[in-house]
């Protein structure tokens, strides 16, 4: 399973950090767990969310918070080539890059 490089806190979490100062006075809006692309992609949201507990045994969240996962990595194993409809960058036949996802084009150096 390739897995996007994002980890993740658990949604109440997020919620219980939203609620204190002073991100309770941020209006601008929140992107739940739920609405991220990574996380419900393939279902990676459930095995990239961190094992979390508050420092302090009361469960308050002022005090801190430790976040834990085990990783695991195959030092054998190759990335898979990009789509072309990847938002990764090619080189374009002028020696610039083009990156599909805005259209740009960039020239290379010295250009």
Do not use: C, W
């Amino acid at each position: 399973m390739l897995l996007p490089p994002q980890l993740y806190f658990p949604q109440s979490v997020n919620d219980q950090v939203a609620a204190e100062a002073p991100y309770a006075s941020n209006t601008t809006p929140r992107l739940s767990n739920e609405e991220d692309f990574f996380y419900t992609q393939d279902n990676n949201g459930e095995v990239t969310t961190m094992t979390v507990t508050p420092l302090k045994g009361n469960g308050s969240i002022r005090h801190g918070l430790r976040a834990s996962m085990v990783l695991g990595i195959d030092p054998a194993a190759t990335p898979p080539r990009p789509r072309r409809d990847s938002a990764a960058l090619e080189p374009d036949a002028h020696g610039g890059t083009l990156s599909n996802h805005s259209g740009s084009v960039r020239p290379a150096r010295g250009v």
